[in-house]
């Protein structure tokens, strides 16, 4: 029998310093909460503080992937983190991958950081034969732009405004979408895969990377 999935919080270690902790640690316990996971906010606190002090030296940028077991086990994973290249490059998941590339703004699991994303299998393979790429971005049935397989996405407007799409309709609550929200710097609005084609200026965002500059790769988009 499968075990249910772990909740998963990817995380920028920087001189010492977990960018958006708050966030992080916002959304893991309210995810925790939601589906039975035991997590007692203390215990995280320390285990993730003994473990920055201990295990990772504060010389560089760092990538920490926390994993909580439906059992509440906690596990911590800690690799170096390279710059990325910006604007990095996009794809739309109609453009590349087969079958129906849509999300469905009815699940559940969408809203929470899990081990479980069937839905972005073919793109992470996708995109594993293909590190010139930084993301897939998909949309749901009714052609509206959601985000992407690692990160959330946004289009600047002829007016300046920088928006991206609201979490009904099929899309994970970034921790770094979220600060931008809280900043008054991004506005939610429904967006077509079609607006993010013309928009003036593309950019993304996740916790480990921050906010990006993005091209969309070139092309017309093929039927899903």
């Known amino acids: 029998m499968t075990p249910p999935p772990a909740l998963i919080e990817t995380m920028r270690l920087e001189d010492g310093r977990i960018a958006l902790w708050p966030g992080h640690r916002a959304r893991l316990l309210a995810s925790a909460a939601a589906l039975g996971y035991p997590l007692e906010a203390r215990d995280l606190e320390a285990r993730?503080?003994?473990h920055v002090r201990t295990a990772?030296?504060?010389?560089?940028?760092?990538?920490i992937r926390l994993l909580l077991a439906h059992d509440g086990g906690l596990r911590l994973e800690t690799a170096p983190l390279p710059p990325t290249?910006?604007?990095?490059?996009?794809a739309l998941a109609a453009r590349v991958l087969d079958g129906r590339p849509c999300l469905d703004e009815d699940e559940a699991w969408l809203r929470h950081k899990?081990?479980?994303?069937?839905?972005?299998?073919?793109?992470?393979?996708?995109?594993?034969r293909r590190p010139e790429y930084f993301d897939v971005i998909f949309g749901n049935a009714a052609g509206l732009a959601c985000e992407g397989s690692r990160c959330n996405v946004y289009l600047r407007d002829p007016a300046g405004l920088?928006?991206?799409?609201?979490?009904?309709?099929?899309?994970?609550?970034?921790?770094?979408?979220?600060?931008l929200l809280d900043a008054g710097l991004v506005h939610e609005a429904a967006l077509s895969l079609a607006d993010l084609e013309a928009a003036p200026?593309?950019?993304?965002?996740?916790?480990?990377?921050?906010?990006?500059?993005?091209?969309?790769d070139d092309g017309g988009r093929a039927p899903a």
């Open 162 to 179: 920088w928006l991206t799409p609201p979490v009904r309709h099929g899309l994970l609550p970034g921790v770094q979408r979220q600060q």
């Open 114 to 128: 899990t081990t479980r994303r069937p839905w972005f299998a073919d793109a992470a393979a996708w995109l594993a």
């Open 85 to 90: 290249q910006v604007p990095v490059r996009l």
């Open 201 to 216: 200026a593309l950019r993304v965002s996740n916790a480990l990377r921050g906010w990006l500059d993005a091209r969309m």
């Open 48 to 50: 993730l503080s003994a």
């Open 56 to 63: 990772v030296p504060a010389t560089r940028a760092w990538r």
